[in-house]
Nanobody
Framework: QVQLLESGGGLVQPGGSLRLSCAASGSIFSINLMAWYRQAPGKERELVTRITSSGSTNYADSVKGRFTISRDNAKNTVYLQMNSLKPDDTAVYYC????????????????WGQGTQVTVSS
């Protein structure tokens, strides 16, 4: 059983910063792609950023230059540093990860966290 547990959300004023964390636990042999998505009220879930196991990253245009994704492979954890936050960044943020649970079975599953609320408001 694999679980992703997010933390770090909350209420912040415009221009402020937050750091989200997402730790994977359970039966894990390897973790490939890790990513952050977000879903604002009334909108579809969208990709914010992702990072490969070797550290290559991609960002949505709306967050380039403000958000930074990173990962600690030893801790099976991905982070999202969010700076210069705007009200439009308000959403539930979800992490996901492509995880191979077993060394002797070459299969990968995509797991999702439960989401953490980020609210940017004065």
């Amino acid at each position: 059983q694999v679980q992703l547990l997010e933390s770090g959300g909350g209420l912040v004023q415009p221009g402020g910063s937050l750091r989200l964390s997402c730790a994977a636990s359970g039966s894990i042999f390897s973790i490939n792609l890790m990513a952050w998505y977000r879903q604002a009220p009334g909108k579809e879930r969208e990709l914010v950023t992702r990072i490969t196991s070797s550290g290559s990253t991609n960002y949505a245009d709306s967050v380039k230059g403000r958000f930074t994704i990173s990962r600690d492979n030893a801790k099976n954890t991905v982070y999202l540093q969010m700076n210069s936050l705007k009200p439009d960044d308000t959403a539930v943020y979800y992490c996901n990860a492509d995880i191979a649970p077993w060394k002797d079975r070459p299969v990968t599953f995509r797991y999702w966290g439960q989401g953490t609320q980020v609210t940017v408001s004065s």
